[in-house]
């Protein structure tokens, strides 16, 4: 979701109402559509909204965002008795979103926003005092108070977004640690076996292009690089450790060819594997 571009010098709605609803399963409503914004803060009871007939479970702290257009209903079961402040915001246009729109037609419809909570209620009570007070100039503080509101309706919006990606993207990173960590054990525990990259994505249900990317991201070198550097170590331990003809040591390292396995081990250490064991021998 991305959040709506909204300004001060051109954000000025018309406030349609403001008020508290206490309501209980005998108070019977039809399904009906406006063609604005409103906002339910639900301030007490567990109940369902039917939204263009989906069901949406709320309760103390959800808040409803009902966006112009979509049909809407309470049902509220037996012996329950809920309390919401609703308000109404209609006149007005945010940038690339339809008339009356405060967030996009795809947005979500139910948010909680623990965090912004007291501030929220803070502003639902002024506009209640000033509905109460009934003072000069009592309609541009009610309007204040709930301008206020919506911009921490954004805030919290905004700060479930970012938490949302940056779980998300905790995720991807430890889904991808666990992507390597599982080939670092496999090549560790069958470099002896014939391997190839397409083996190891085979194994794993993924791709060959995915897991080279991510191995060699996490790693630095890509994952046959590292088998082959795992095997030409366990190479040069065998051959110190005693006198094993070149070939059985290919062969418990992986490789078939003697030939190419000394070209890689030549490469790899400076030296070709029989001077390696020579020199092994001598001292």
Known sequence: MCMPEVRAECFNPTLLYAFINVADCEKTMSYHVHDFTEVKIILAGNFTYVIDDVRYEVTKGNIVIVKPGLKHLKIIPE??????????????????????????????????????QPDILKCVNETLSEQE???????????????????????????NKDKSEKARLNFANSEKTNVVNTILEYLSQNYMKPISLYRLAHNMYLSPVYISKIFKEETGESPINHLIRIRLTKANELLNAGNIPIKTVARNVGYEDAYYFSKLYKKYYGIPPSVEKRASVIS
């Open 133 to 159: 007070k009934n003072e000069p100039y009592c309609d541009l503080m009610i309007k204040a108070s709930i301008l206020k509101l919506t911009s921490l309706l954004y805030r919290g919006m905004n700060a």
């Open 79 to 116: 012996g329950v008795q809920v309390e919401e402040f609703n308000y109404a915001l209609g006149d007005f246009q945010i940038k690339n979103l339809p008339p009356n729109y405060l967030i996009e037609p795809d947005a979500g419809i139910i948010y909680s926003m623990p965090l912004f």
